[in-house]
């Protein structure tokens, strides 16, 4: 009778599993089987064993049948669902079953920096002929336990992801590959020390260069938690996870505008989940990952121990694909090939197979191979996202581009590698000759509100450094005025500084305050929000802006049925094609490359094209040796209509600042007004000289996110700039009226007098 | 101050007419427009961090800036200059009255004014404490701090010129501060009440009474 | 449409100005605040209520949204900003004149403001025009290095001019009235003085531009009265001496002309100077295109050399020391009129050689004070005031004679100008002598104590006037 007991107990779990898939028991009559089978429980001993056995067995059909059913009209959020489900599988048991030993590091269970981030040092078991090899691994990954209040869902605090990086570089150490298991939601959205944002921007910044192979799999890779540990070499999915931009709740608050404390009606969720292209094969079709583990029918649990033994065979095979394709690609051929006449395809095809390797392959690399390991993920990466973005440059455009690219680096190469030593020595004597080089400090003393020169204007002298050879086919310069006013100066009308009641600030008339006050609060210095055309004319040296990429323009790589009209509209209304404005600047004779992101384009969001001009921005500065800023006028994180296209631009971007900074470049960032989430996460966060223009707010997630998440009010000042120094994320707050002084001594102070730093 | 006090005269006062009339006047000059009425509930400023505004009361429009003016105390509108309504006016302007129930910690306060031995402000000027006294505030609370006479207590702020004041009357503990540090208080204002350390357990006592009769 | 002033100002000259609109037959409406309530310029305006309301309650003289929106809701059509205040201020000019209900801004032309009131653009322009100024810098420096050089070559040259205990002073180039001024006498002190100034004027101003130039002691200041109209007509009403000021350099004392050989003996020709300084003063406003009332300050050194020092864009507290020597027609004018009836658009209907000068005249600046103790405002109550009447002299003040009267905490403790007149300086300092003697001030403050006023102080000095 007990085993006709556990059958029974087995069928509830079953009908409960799919209770909990379908949001309720209304779907398929889940309900009415429930209620059977309380009625079973409730009469069992009226019934004889076999009897039992045959109401069981019907019930046991019912469920079977429905699970099939389920399975084959499966949603996106569904899965979601799945994922979320205490019955799936966690960390701990892919540790306990796909490893052979393994010791947690910083912390165990509750006694933990942070139990929703595990870190293990593990082996794993290679059986080749009759011979057993240990490797050793770093198992990093989320775990959300069966349920456990503490592990918090698997959602990762800012020192979770610290630890992370900390056995990541510990790996680095040993030279032992990095397996990186992604269970999170998001992280947790908060700023304390480190920051969620900046902690994340370190861990890419981190693993953009890590030296061993990396090897992600997705169960539920929810944004920027998910990349936090994900950027890898090789990155695999469950055949049931879902990877995803926002949580399709999050989108559907922000699509439905729903209110705080309501909830968004289920269909839209539903329909928002379709809309991100979540699932493994959306995101496999959308080459965000490299292959896909398949689970068992409604997803592995974890009790699913022939799905473990696949993963095992999975984890061990991208690892020696990442390795063999440093070695050679003739090596990487022959294992295939080894792999195909050993039979281990059928394991692909039929799990309950023995799943060994019966190759013998080390993962330790030499020099060499390390090199080539960076490479290819740099190269990896650039190539993301390829296409979710429009160019319209035609053939020939591309075609002078790049034949303008070959030349400019002959002639940079000249410049700076072969001419160096001469210029320095000729710079040395015009030091002699002008003694202190006033003409030079003078220069810099010429005050930014030229308050001074209404009657006596001085002439700007001196022309600058050779213009670029570069994308000259596309260099276009901005319209300037004669003296670029806000036009919000227009109206004669006076309006409150927020620090009235505390600072007792008079009102501000517009035309001053827009005008004259640079749109700053004469008494108290709160900065008023101005467009980003103001800073475009006032930044930097007049007629000095050229910008480039200009047609590069978002698109709908999702063919998200919301944003291609939105995309529409502000294309017309802004005459521009992206959210960032990407050209080549002086201030006060320095020549730079300057990327800004602006809030008039879907405020200031990330998205494929945004990325993929930042990363060119980047190769730009560094074929030009010339410093690189990113302004941030505003930036509201990553374009959630382009699902994980836009989260793809973290590490993108990510990788191409590390590839410019490694080069010797120098990467400033400034952010103004508002900027929030993913790139803050990521290529802008990751900077080391990091600057906000006062009365701007930064930070990883917005006021009701944080509610949302942690049930927590936060103090109305927690993103403002002076926090943010406080925390140590930013090294300065400066005044938007002497923004073009601090910016120009940040650029002498940290890029010495080459500027491009090394 | 005397050692016999008449509580039952103090306190009966208060459940008579436990409210404190605050009259609403108006910043500066403008078009006014009421956005309450009589007898409507008013609330100040709430949440975690003050956050949450209060009540509006009005707006004031001047240069065609619309200013919307909120409560800062929790009352009832008692009365209200119904004849403004639309009207310029002046800065300064009585337009309303509002009925501030009081708090437990109000009323003590009030009943500590006439128990507390008051300094009052000798100039119309703007007071602060005096540096050191300001830091050990910071550190220690004001209830740490004994003075004596002739210790510089408060520095009074006179047409921009600082004159330290020195502290007249009985010795003790500062109790109360009834001032803001730059703000202009009247002469013969209190700045601070001063509470001689044998009095203090008199205080509780008082303290403790209202809190137990006064729901 | 007839004009009607908006007098933004209190005290003194806010009665002035009423009066000079009562001559010229305009209307007028004032504002006050709380604490002037009680001031004789309400009362005048409230007796006076003929035409409606004329005073009208703000939350500041210095809130200028206030100020606007009382002058749209009366109907106004000019501002008189008096001095001190919005006189100079040349934002708040603009925007009285170009806002959509534009109003007459009795004073020169904002831009005008704007430009002489920044005094290192006013030095560059007076160098460019050949007009003396004092040796430094004529613009803000930014570099330790290039003040130390500067500062070195303007201690070298006093050397060789064998000057006496030669100095320079290191300033705040943002600032003004006296703020962030510190004096450097060996050239190792200057780093250390240049960072203190610098923190001081980024802390301050918002912008570290420092002003190197040389010190000067021993001078006196003298002050140039011009009057201009709105087409291009320039008269000066001549010179008077403002040397003797409070430690807070606040003027107490002044006389016209600016020199007079009868009191000292000055080792130049003094009346070459006063001519040339007049003479300078027109070239400089006729350069700018000045169009209404305006002083232009000099420091005249010991040996008669003389240097500009700044230029204010208003109506001074002591224009009627100048008018009181001044002769139109036989009449002495009075130069807040011409003011306010120039600036409304009038041409001046007379011309230089129309002014005739004779005699001489004195201000006296009756403040209550503590001058034996730095100058320190004294605040209390009034109860009797009264002052001999004579026709060589002139009061003006905002204190009422028939009723006591608190002195407002808020502003400066200034009580009446008196103004005396003569036909040689002798014969004024005699004079104002006599009316200092029988003028009555009596009150007490809170501690009962008499008041203080800086009448003897006034007569101690009278003999001062005019010397070095």
Not at chain 1, 210 to 226: N, T
Not at chain 1, 498 to 516: F, H, I, M, Q
Not at chain 1, 616 to 626: D, G, N, P, T, V
């Amino acid at each position: 009778m007990e085993h006709i007991r556990k059958r029974l107990a087995k069928c509830e779990e079953g009908i409960r599993y799919l209770c909990q898939i379908k949001e309720g028991c209304e779907w398929g009559n889940l309900s009415g089987l429930l209620a059977k089978l309380d009625e079973l429980k409730a009469s069992f001993y009226d019934y004889s064993e076999e009897g039992f056995s045959d109401e069981v067995s019907q019930i046991e059909e019912a469920v079977a049948f429905l699970a099939e059913r389920c399975q084959e009209e499966i949603s996106p959020m569904d899965r979601v669902r799945i994922v979320r489900s205490p019955l799936r599988f966690s960390l701990k048991d892919i540790l306990e079953n796909v490893y052979e030993d393994y010791t947690e590091l910083g912390g165990e269970g509750e006694a933990n920096i942070d139990p929703a981030m595990v870190v293990a040092k593990a082996n794993i078991l290679r059986r080749v002929k009759n011979r057993v090899f240990t490797q050793q691994v770093m198992v990093i990954g989320h775990e959300k336990g069966h349920g456990e209040e503490f592990r918090n869902g698997g959602s990762t605090k800012p020192w979770g992801n610290e630890k992370a990086l900390r056995f990541m570089q510990v790996a680095e150490t040993e030279g032992i590959p990095i397996h990186s298991y992604i269970f999170t939601p998001g992280a947790y959205p908060v700023e304390e020390y480190p920051g969620a944002a900046q902690q994340i921007a370190r861990n890419l910044y981190a693993m953009a260069k890590l030296r061993v192979p990396i090897v992600s799999i997705i169960s539920e890779g929810g944004s920027g938690g998910a990349e936090a540990i994900g950027l890898a070499d090789f990155r695999l999915m469950f055949s049931h996870g879902y990877y995803s931009v926002i949580s399709p709740e999050g989108a559907a608050a922000i699509e439905g505008r729903v209110g705080e404390g309501q909830k968004a009606p289920k269909e839209l969720i539903e329909q928002c989940a379709e809309h991100l292209k979540i699932t493994a094969q959306d995101n496999l079709d959308l080459g965000t990952i490299d292959r896909i583990v398949e689970e068992p029918p409604l997803g592995a649990k974890h009790d699913d121990f022939a799905f473990f033994k696949r993963l095992r065979f999975e984890m061990m095979r991208a690892t020696d694909e990442v390795v063999l394709k440093t070695k050679s690609l003739r090596a990487f051929r022959a294992y295939e090939l080894k792999l195909k006449k050993a039979g281990d395809d059928e394991a692909l095809v039929n799990p309950d197979q023995d799943t060994n390797l019966h190759i013998d392959i080390s993962w330790e690399m030499n020099d060499d191979e390390q090199k080539r390991l960076l490479a290819l993920r740099a190269k990896k990466y650039r190539a993301m996202a390829a296409k979710a973005y429009l160019n319209d440059t035609t053939r020939f455009g591309e075609f002078c581009k790049k034949t303008s690219t070959r030349v400019a680096k002959v002639y940079y190469t000249v410049v700076y590698d072969i001419l160096k030593r001469q210029q320095k020595q000729v710079e040395k004597v015009i030091k002699e000759v002008s003694g202190e080089g006033s003409s030079f400090v003078k220069r810099l003393s010429s005050p930014f509100t030229a308050a001074y020169d209404f009657i006596i204007h001085k002439p700007e002298g001196r022309s600058g450094k050779t213009p670029a050879a570069a994308s000259r086919q596309e260099a276009l310069a901005l319209e300037f005025g004669d003296t670029y006013t806000s036009p919000l100066a227009n109206e004669d009308r006076t309006v409150t500084c927020p620090n009235s009641a505390t600072r007792g600030c008079k009102d501000l008339w517009v035309p001053d305050l827009y005008g004259e006050f640079c749109g700053v609060c004469e008494n108290c210095g709160h900065h008023f929000p101005l467009e980003y055309q103001w800073y475009l004319n006032n930044l930097f040296d007049r007629d000095s802006i050229r910008e480039f990429n200009a047609k590069i323009g978002a698109s709908n790589p999702l063919n998200h049925p919301v944003l291609r009209q939105k995309l529409q509209n502000v294309k017309n209304e802004t005459k521009r094609h992206s959210a960032i404005i990407t050209f080549q600047a002086r201030l006060l004779e320095v020549e730079l490359v300057v990327a800004m992101l602006y809030s008039d384009f879907r405020n200031g969001t990330v998205g494929a094209a945004e990325g993929e001009k930042f990363v060119q921005a980047c190769e730009l500065a560094k074929l030009q040796r010339k410093p690189l800023l990113a302004y941030v006028h505003t930036t509201g994180g990553i374009r959630i209509q382009e699902g994980t296209m836009g989260v793809i631009q973290m590490p993108k971007c990510t990788l191409a600042v590390r590839d410019y900074v490694d080069a010797g470049g120098l990467y400033i960032v400034v952010y103004d007004n508002n900027s929030y989430a993913g790139p803050v996460a990521s290529f802008l966060g990751c900077s080391h000289y990091q600057f906000a223009i006062r009365s701007s707010r930064i930070g990883f997630a917005g006021y009701r996110v944080i509610r949302d998440t942690t049930g927590q009010d936060i103090p109305p000042d927690y993103h403002s700039a002076r926090n943010a120094l406080k925390r140590g994320h930013i090294h300065g707050i400066w005044d938007r009226r002497e923004f073009r002084r601090n910016l120009h001594q940040a650029l002498m102070t940290m890029g010495g007098r080459n500027l491009y730093y090394r | 101050m005397h050692d016999e006090i008449d509580f039952d005269r103090i306190l009966s006062q208060y459940p008579a007419d436990p409210y404190e009339y605050i009259d609403i006047l108006t910043p500066h000059a403008g078009r006014l427009v009421f956005k309450t009425s009589e007898e409507q509930p008013v609330s100040g400023p709430s949440g975690e961090w003050q956050h949450v505004p209060g009540t509006l009361l009005y707006q004031l429009e001047r240069e065609r800036n619309v200013k919307p003016v909120r409560s800062v105390v929790n009352g009832v509108v008692a009365s209200l200059e119904r004849a403004l309504d639309g009207q310029f006016v002046e800065a300064g302007e009585k337009v309303m009255t509002l009925r501030h129930p009081l708090k437990k910690r109000e009323i003590i306060d009030r009943i500590l004014r006439n128990v507390l031995s008051m300094f009052l402000a000798p100039e119309r000027a703007k007071y602060f404490f005096a540096l050191d006294i300001q830091s050990r505030i910071d550190k220690h609370g004001q209830r740490s701090i004994s003075i004596k006479p002739g210790d510089e207590v408060l520095t009074m702020s006179l047409m921009k010129r600082d004159t330290p004041v020195l502290y007249q009357g009985e010795p003790g503990i500062i109790h109360s501060v009834y001032f803001t540090p730059g703000a202009t208080v009247d002469q013969d204002q209190p700045l601070i009440g001063i509470c001689p350390e044998d009095k203090l357990p008199l205080i509780q006592k008082i303290i403790a009474r209202v809190k137990s009769e006064w729901e | 449409m007839k004009d009607r002033v908006l007098i933004a100002n209190r005290g003194e000259i806010a009665v002035r100005i009423m009066r000079a609109c009562q001559d010229l037959g305009l209307d007028y409406v004032v504002v006050y605040t709380a604490a002037d309530q009680e001031s004789q310029h309400v009362r005048l305006a409230m007796n006076g209520a003929a035409g409606g309301q004329r005073a009208w309650r703000v939350s500041s003289y210095t809130d200028p949204n206030d100020i606007l929106a009382v002058a749209d809701h009366t109907g106004c059509t000019a501002i008189h900003p008096g001095y001190g205040f919005f006189s100079e201020d040349y934002r708040f000019a603009r925007r009285v004149t170009v806002r959509d209900r534009p109003l007459t801004f009795i004073g020169p032309n904002w831009e005008v403001i704007k430009n002489l009131g920044d005094k290192i653009n006013t030095k560059r322009v007076a160098n460019r025009l050949g007009i003396p100024t004092i040796p430094g810098t004529d613009g803000p420096i930014y570099n330790e290095m290039e003040a130390e050089e500067i500062a070195a070559r303007l201690l070298d040259d006093q050397q060789r001019q064998k000057i006496k205990n030669p100095s320079v002073l290191v300033k705040a180039a943002a600032g003004g009235g006296g703020m962030g001024i510190e004096e450097v006498f060996r050239i190792e002190q200057l780093r250390r003085v240049y960072r203190q100034v610098q923190s001081y004027a980024k802390r301050q101003f918002g912008d570290g531009g420092v002003l190197i130039e040389q010190c000067l002691r021993d001078y006196n200041h003298l002050e140039v009265q011009l009057v201009c109209s709105r087409h291009g007509e320039r008269v000066h009403f001549g010179t008077r001496n403002c040397t003797i000021q409070s430690t807070g350099r606040q003027k107490r004392l002044e006389a016209a002309p600016g020199f007079d050989p009868a009191c000292f003996d000055y080792v130049f020709d003094s009346q070459k100077v006063l001519a040339q300084i007049v003479d300078y003063s027109l070239k400089l406003a006729d350069h700018v295109k000045y169009d209404n009332v305006g002083t232009w300050e000099w420091i005249v050194a010991r040996d008669g050399s003389p240097y500009l020092l700044e230029v204010n864009t208003r109506i001074q507290v002591e224009n009627d020391v100048s008018a009181r020597i001044s002769y139109l027609h036989g009449k002495q004018p009075s130069l807040l009129r011409e003011q306010i009836r120039l600036a409304l658009g009038d041409t001046m209907g007379y011309d230089q050689k129309t002014v005739e000068f004779k005699g001489a005249s004195i201000e006296l600046r009756l403040v209550a004070e503590d001058t034996g103790r730095g100058f320190a405002p004294w605040i209390g109550v009034i109860d009797k005031f009264s002052f001999p009447s004579q026709d060589w002299a002139a009061v003006y003040t905002h204190v009422p004679f028939d009723r006591p009267y608190t002195i407002p905490s808020e502003y400066d403790p200034n009580l009446a100008l008196v103004l005396v007149w003569g036909d040689d300086m002798a014969t004024a300092k005699e004079r104002a002598c006599q009316f200092l003697d029988a003028t009555v001030i009596e009150g007490q403050n809170a501690h009962q104590e008499p008041i203080m006023t800086n009448i003897p102080y006034l007569r101690a000095n009278l003999d001062r006037l005019l010397t070095f």
